[in-house]
């Protein structure tokens, strides 16, 4: 009898991540609803949407190391998936807000009133239903990613050259979002979100929610990573990783398995956007800058690339960095100090953070990879 793949993804150290999540899911919300403003232990409502921001990005590089670490695919262009998701989202939110905004229209947002709009565009249609918007959420960066990757993998587009137009892919979007007639807010983008399922989206209990669903998110988008990694489909891709001249040599559609590990990739990537829209509170095209995308990569290799656990944990540790560097005094300094970091990495730890641990613990690394031969048989 053949088990679910999922099923078949869960083993001891799997089973262990998931229960932290689960815990973590539980546990927060609790200490931030349940015990008064006076314990010590309480947790502040404004510090649990930053672990909510946390989590989303840890989503996001789970789904970067799904393509860099298990099949050689730097993208530099991610963060266009992940703002196509919030932009999905904030579109949702924006068409809730009705006539409790600044003009009071039924129907228009406001800054579309604001530009003298004069009918809401044809692909703002039903966003005030949030099972569509849901839909959108992934249906419009996978369909994006798997066009994209139809036409990159099949043309043979691959390393720095397959970067390089992923970023160029999320600067256009940029500049296209940035247009006030683009009808999606420009420089401003979309805020002053009211609520979300009839919530109040600045709600205690709502933010709490948020949270819960965001490590949800992410125990289910590590549970499906490892299901493809450990499947045989994940063995292919590793070996695409590692000899893929040789990988397509002995039969295999290596451009289906790019593909397909590609727009799965962005589609995690958009739900960490639409995660991360409401508990920030805004969307605007600045997601798109291709910088931010770079740094979405930093994170994977500082927490180890091909592990899965150590990309989300990297993706943690440095914006808690982040944070506590662009406060105060140190805030020129969060670059220089990216930067040393990244660089110290690459030097001193290519196997990021979570090579630390013994090798079985994080023997899928590339560096601790299987040779592509084994890999690389065919799948019966």
Not at 95 to 121: C, K, Q, S
Request: charged content about 10%; overall charge positive.
């Amino acid at each position: 009898m053949t088990s679910s793949p999922l099923i078949r993804a869960l083993d001891r150290s799997s089973v262990a991540v998931l229960i932290v999540l689960a815990a973590v899911a539980i546990v927060v919300p609790i200490l931030n609803l349940a015990l008064p403003a006076s314990s010590p232990f309480q947790i502040p409502t404004y510090l649990m949407s930053l672990f909510g921001k946390y989590v989303c990005y840890a989503i996001l590089a789970l789904s970067i190391d799904l393509i860099w670490g298990y099949c050689g695919i730097l993208s530099l262009g991610h963060g266009a998936f992940f703002a196509l998701g919030g932009y999905a989202m904030g579109m949702y939110l924006m068409r809730r807000i009705g006539t409790r905004g600044v003009y009071a229209d039924p129907v228009l947002p406001d800054f579309m009133v604001f530009l003298n709009w004069h009918e809401l565009p044809i692909y703002w249609y039903g966003f005030q239903h949030f099972a569509y918007a849901a839909l959108m959420v992934v249906l419009v960066p996978g369909l994006l990613a798997f066009v994209f990757g139809w036409f990159a993998f099949r043309s043979r587009v691959t390393g720095v050259y397959l970067s390089i137009i992923t970023q160029a892919l999320t600067y256009a979007l940029m500049l296209g979002f940035f247009r006030n007639n683009f009808g999606f807010g420009g420089n401003n983008g979309l805020t002053d979100f009211k609520d979300i399922l009839g919530f109040n989206v600045q709600a205690q209990a709502t933010r709490a929610t948020l949270f819960a669903l965001s490590a949800i998110a992410l125990g289910l988008g590590y549970l499906i990573a490892q299901a493809v990694v450990r499947s045989k489909a994940g063995k292919v891709l590793i070996a695409i990783r590692d000899a893929e001249s040789r990988t397509r040599f002995i039969g295999y559609s290596v451009e289906n398995y790019k593909t397909f590990v590609f727009t799965l990739s962005a589609c995690m990537a958009a739900v960490a956007g639409a995660l991360y829209v409401p508990q920030v509170g805004i969307i605007n095209p600045s997601e798109f800058a291709p910088a931010n995308s770079i740094e979405y990569v930093i994170w994977v290799a500082v927490g180890g690339r091909g592990t899965l656990v150590g990309a989300a944990l990297g993706a943690v540790l440095v914006n808690y960095a982040k944070t506590t560097f662009t406060t105060g005094f140190l805030a020129p300094y969060w670059l220089f100090a990216l930067g040393a970091l990244f660089v110290l990495v690459t030097i001193f730890l290519p196997k990021g953070i979570f090579g630390l641990l013994p090798t079985r613990t994080a023997s899928a690394e590339p560096n601790g990879a299987p040779a592509a031969g084994p890999a690389a048989q065919p799948a019966e």
